[in-house]
Nanobody, 114 residues
Framework: VQLQAFGGGLVQAGDSLTLSCAVS????????VAWFRQAPGKEREFVSV????????YYADSVKGRFSISRNPSENTVYLQMNSLKPEDTAVYYC????????WGQGTLVTVSS
């Protein structure tokens, strides 16, 4: 399974941004796809997860109500719609897949200026 995350960039506080995670390979091995992020000098933290079937979704409290995760099964892509971005959302965002998050993509940098 290979994952490729893209869509990061530099935005201002209050702006929106959508990240994409393209999944390829043995997609039938995927149980779920999640987004994590790692801010400078901090540990990696969970952001959101969606089961490959789309039936279960969870969000970290810090992004609940602002971020929305979805997937397009026909394109094997998972999206993270981020609204009302805050400077504290600045981080490298990673997508991961598998029941134990066995598979990781490269990160995409999101920078939110105040």
């Amino acid at each position: 399974v290979q994952l490729q995350a893209f869509g990061g960039g530099l935005v201002q506080a209050g702006d929106s941004l959508t990240l994409s995670c393209a999944v390829s390979g043995r997609t039938f091995d995927i149980y779920n796809v999640a987004w994590f992020r790692q801010a400078p000098g901090k540990e990696r933290e969970f952001v959101s997860v969606i089961t490959w079937s789309g039936g279960i979704i969870y969000y970290a409290d810090s992004v609940k109500g602002r971020f929305s995760i979805s997937r397009n099964p026909s394109e094997n892509t998972v999206y993270l719609q981020m609204n009302s971005l805050k400077p504290e959302d600045t981080a490298v965002y990673y997508c991961a897949a598998g029941q134990a998050y066995n598979y990781w993509g490269q990160g995409t940098l999101v920078t939110v200026s105040s």
